[in-house]
Each structure stands twice: as structure tokens, then as C-alpha cells.
């Protein structure tokens, strides 16, 4: 399997614009993570999804974020607008049956809003 | 609620002796719990797991914890440390009996391998 797959890996953004990151998780896997990862508040919990319905989001900093699961296989997390504190490592985890409670990450996505 | 506690936020060793780092948790229930490791610019890799089978628990790289119901730790070890293994450690808690699948993450310790 690919792994938990993300996109872009790196972005740098001015501030104010909208910023889209991707996510495709491990196939079959019916839960989905995004996590947000700094130096000072470490790595936090954004939102999760299990069958493609939010379960917990709040996590979510504030209004400009907002996180979509349109199917199975596809998810994305939207900072509009963007702003320099939300300069971070962002990660996308899945899980599911049969992993023995593992969640697998993605290799990150790291956002510079200048 | 559960929680992590990574006593230390540096370590250094010289490479061919021991690793210890220290991890005490909190959880209302039959925690799992788990160590990730993450190199400079990279991923999360899953080292080990402790899902209530075996409380000595073997990992990937020679890693191993044992997980003390009784000092609620869950420390991670490795007999002789190699520069490979310098990178950001990350204690994990999941509370595997209350449904909600999300992991909550300890502030991490950096290993540092001396030469």
C-alpha cells in the first residue's frame, strides 16, 4: 500500500490567501485525521472523521478552518484566510479495522503564511 | 480525560550505550499506548504498541517498553544507541475502550547521539 498519501509537501503562502491541503488515506481505512504540529503547542488534534462524517472538530482553531471528506478516499483542510500563525506542519492519519489500534501518518504538509 | 507526560525533552547518550526515555500517562480506562519516532523533516513512524497483550512490548530497531500499570509508565528503551536513532520520540495515548479513536500526543523528547 502507498500509505497515507499528502499534498502538497511544502507551500508558502502570502497572507490572506486561501490555502487547500490533501489528503488521500490507506484504502479501506474508515477513519481520518488531521493534525497540526508547532514548536509551542506541539502536535494537536485538528479534527477526525470516521465513514466520512466529523466526529470530533474541536480541535479546529477558529472559523477560518474548515475540513471536508466528500467520499472514501479524498479529504482537505482550508485555512481562509490564511494567517502567519497558522504556519505549521499539518498531518493526515487514517485508520482502520484490522489495524490493531494503529493510526498510519502521512509524511506531512508544511505550511509557511508570510 | 487521558494524558502523556514525557519527563524529559532532551536526551543525550554517546552512541553504543543505552536509551531511556521516560514516558508516564494518564487514562481513565484500558489505555493503548504507543511511541512514534520522527526524523528532522519527516513523517510519523510507528515504533511500538501496547494494546494490553504482553506488557513487555518489542518494537521496530531494536526498541522495546514495558508498560507498569502500577507507576502508569510506559518507558521506552534500546540497549545501545546507534546515530541513526537520533530523531523526536512522541508517547501516545489512545483510549481504546471509550470509542473515540484519536491519539493524544506526549511534547515529545529529542535524542541526541553523540559519536
Known amino acids: 500500500d502507498a500509505g497515507v498519501i499528502q499534498s502538497p509537501r511544502h507551500e508558502v503562502t502570502e497572507m490572506g490567501q486561501e490555502v487547500t491541503l490533501r489528503c488521500k488515506p490507506i484504502?479501506?481505512?474508515?477513519?481520518l485525521f488531521w493534525y497540526r504540529q508547532t514548536m509551542m503547542r506541539g502536535l494537536e488534534l485538528l479534527i477526525y472523521?470516521?465513514?466520512?462524517?466529523?466526529?470530533?472538530d474541536s480541535g479546529m482553531p477558529e472559523d477560518r478552518f474548515s475540513a471536508k471528506m466528500p467520499n472514501a478516499s479524498f479529504s482537505t483542510l482550508k485555512i481562509q484566510p490564511s494567517e502567519p500563525r497558522d504556519s505549521a506542519v499539518y498531518f493526515c492519519?487514517?485508520?482502520?479495522?484490522?489495524?490493531?489500534?494503529?493510526?498510519?501518518f502521512g509524511e506531512g504538509s508544511w505550511l509557511t503564511v508570510v | 480525560a487521558q494524558s502523556v507526560t514525557q519527563l524529559d525533552s532532551h536526551v543525550s547518550v554517546s552512541e553504543g550505550t543505552p536509551v531511556l526515555l521516560r514516558c508516564n500517562y494518564s487514562?481513565?480506562?484500558?489505555?493503548?499506548l504507543f511511541w512514534y519516532v520522527q526524523h528532522p523533516n519527516k513523517g510519523l513512524q510507528l515504533l511500538l504498541k501496547?494494546?494490553?497483550?504482553?506488557?513487555l512490548v518489542k518494537g521496530i530497531n531494536g526498541f522495546e517498553a514495558e508498560f507498569k500499570k502500577s507507576e502508569t509508565s510506559f518507558h521506552l528503551t534500546k540497549p545501545s544507541a546507534h546515530m541513526s536513532d537520533a530523531a523526536e520520540y512522541f508517547c501516545?495515548?489512545?483510549?481504546?475502550?471509550?470509542?473515540?479513536?484519536?491519539?493524544?500526543f506526549g511534547s515529545g523528547t529529542r535524542l541526541q547521539v553523540q559519536p
Open positions: 484504502s479501506g481505512h474508515d477513519y
Open positions: 501516545v495515548v489512545s483510549d481504546q475502550n471509550t470509542g473515540r479513536r484519536a491519539l493524544t
Open positions: 472523521f470516521n465513514n466520512n462524517v466529523p466526529i470530533d
Open positions: 501496547y494494546t494490553s497483550a504482553a506488557t
Open positions: 492519519a487514517s485508520y482502520g479495522q484490522g489495524t490493531g489500534n494503529t493510526i498510519y
Open positions: 487514562s481513565s480506562y484500558s489505555p493503548s
